[in-house]
C-alpha cells in the first residue's frame, strides 16, 4: 500500500526554519513526481514547491522563492522541504503530494504554526 507520511511540523517564530520531511513507500520512488501543498483551514490547498522525477528539477511558488529549498533522495526515498525566513503567512497545513505512473497520493499534513 502507498504511503506518503510527513513530519518534522511544529511552533517556529518568524525568521526561524524547519525542514519537513516526506517518506514514500509502496511505489518506486525514482518514477514519482512529488510536490509539496499547504492549506489554510476555509482557503485552497495550493501549491509550494515541486521536485521532478526525471532529473529533479525544481520549481516554486513566488511567496516561497528563495525562502524555501525542496529535495530528494531517492535511497532513502524521501522528499524534504527545508523552510528558511519563516513569515506568519506561512502557517498552514503542508501536505506531501506524489504522482508516479498515472496515480497520485497525498500524504496526512503536518502542521507549521509560525507566531510570535
Known amino acids: 500500500q502507498v504511503q506518503l507520511v510527513e513530519s518534522g511540523g511544529g511552533l517556529v517564530q518568524p525568521g526561524g526554519s524547519l525542514r519537513l520531511s516526506c517518506a514514500v513507500s509502496g511505489l518506486t520512488f525514482s518514477d514519482a513526481t512529488v510536490s509539496w501543498y499547504r492549506q489554510v483551514p476555509g482557503k485552497k490547498r495550493d501549491l509550494v514547491a515541486i521536485?521532478?522525477?526525471?532529473?529533479?528539477?525544481?520549481r516554486y511558488s513566488n511567496s516561497v522563492q528563495g525562502r524555501f529549498t525542496i529535495s530528494r533522495d531517492n535511497d532513502k526515498r524521501t522528499v524534504d522541504l527545508q523552510m528558511d525566513g519563516l513569515k506568519p503567512e506561512d502557517t498552514a497545513v503542508y501536505y506531501c503530494y506524489a504522482v508516479a505512473l498515472q496515480k497520485t497520493y497525498w500524504g496526512q499534513g503536518t502542521q507549521v504554526t509560525v507566531s510570535l
Open positions: 521536485i521532478t522525477a526525471l532529473d529533479s528539477t525544481t
